[in-house]
């Protein structure tokens, strides 16, 4: 539990005290830890920090306008519409780490160009506990962690909430007044669909991805899940209508879990199941089945890749 009472008013003055009267940029993912972040910093400094959404094309159905809704407040809020780059730095890319790499890379490049414009001296960062737990062991790397003070030349890094856990962010959130499409919201990886698409990135594949993780959150949210999500993690046969397809297979997965560190996979009923199924496979042509994953992690990870 944190006091939100002190924690808000000391973070803000902690702000205010590094950055001063320089100007600041936040990377914006929509999530809760960067929405808070930012939320916190603007508080602080007003328009000397300029948040900025980078539009990957591996977002969520919707996201970027409720960004564009949910920040409208911000004076100085920039959205970067860099889905092409994006999509055309992944063609043909097929490993995990090389995929998250390739976003990183493309996502610091698209940061940078805002931050050199504005005249950025600070990194505001919405990093977490757990997040610099698990960015010093070696599970995977979390580019919204690891790549961008390396890389751009910040004279500081601001985060204000290092030492939270997520449902403790979830807390100032609302003490915050950030809207519960934000504070409420599950988390979402950096690298976005790209880790719920095995393989090759394609726009078939994300349109799959985009509209089966939509209807997943939309009917599991009765179960208050820490995350649920579905994964386009191959192809198999199937019929529809009078032919035989060889279509993707889908895989829905809904944990519980206080820190993301480990989870378990929920027990979910078997009508809303088949319902998820029914409007997945009707959800696209190409749709072959929908499956459950019912594995714990340890020992597979939340995501797919
Ligand atoms: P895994 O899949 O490692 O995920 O069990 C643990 C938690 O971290 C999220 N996750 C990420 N978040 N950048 C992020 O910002 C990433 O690269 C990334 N990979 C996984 C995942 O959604 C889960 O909440």
């Known amino acids: 539990m944190v006091d939100t009472e002190t924690f808000v008013p000391d973070a803000v003055a902690e702000i205010k005290d590094e950055i001063g009267d320089a100007n600041a940029v936040i990377a914006l993912s929509g999530g809760v830890d960067s929405s808070t972040a930012a939320a916190l910093a603007y508080e602080a400094i007003g328009t000397q920090l300029t948040a ?11 996201e970027t306008d409720e960004i564009r ?23 043909g890319v097929t490993d995990p780490e090389e995929k998250r790499h390739i976003i990183g890379e493309q996502f610091i490049r ?8 504005v005249d950025a001296d600070y990194l505001v960062q919405g990093t977490i506990y757990p997040d610099r737990i698990e960015s010093e062991g070696t599970i995977k790397s979390h580019h919204n962690v690891g790549g961008l003070p390396e890389v751009v030349d910040f004279e500081g890094i601001v985060e204000p909430m290092r030492d939270l856990y997520k449902d403790e962010v979830r807390e100032v959130a ?17 690298p976005g669909l790209a880790v719920r698409i095995i393989g090759e990135i394609t726009e078939e594949k994300l349109e ?4 089966a993780n939509h ?5 599991l949210e009765e179960y208050e899940p820490w995350q ?9 046969t199937g019929v529809k209508g009078d032919n035989r397809v060889h279509g993707w297979v889908v895989s829905v997965r809904s944990v519980e879990s206080r820190d993301g560190m480990t989870a378990r996979a929920q027990e979910i009923d ?26 714990h992690k340890p020992p597979a990870t939340i995501e797919y890749e």
């Open 228 to 236: 649920a999500l579905a994964a386009v993690i191959g192809k198999a």
């Open 69 to 91: 809704e949910t920040f409208d407040y911000m004076d100085s809020l920039r959205i970067v519409e860099a889905q092409d780059r994006f999509l055309e730095a992944l063609e």
């Open 174 to 190: 609302r003490a915050l007044d950030l809207e519960e499409v934000v504070s409420e919201r599950m988390p979402f990886p950096g």
């Open 270 to 295: 078997w009508d809303t199941l088949q319902r998820i199924q029914s409007r997945i496979t009707g959800s696209h042509e190409n749709v072959a089945r929908v499956v459950y994953d019912v594995t």
């Open 110 to 117: 698209e940061f940078e160009t805002v931050a050199n414009e």
């Open 215 to 219: 209807v997943v959150e939309e009917e």
């Open 208 to 211: 799959v991805a985009r509209e």
């Open 52 to 62: 900025v959404y980078v539009d990957t094309g591996l977002m969520r159905k919707g």
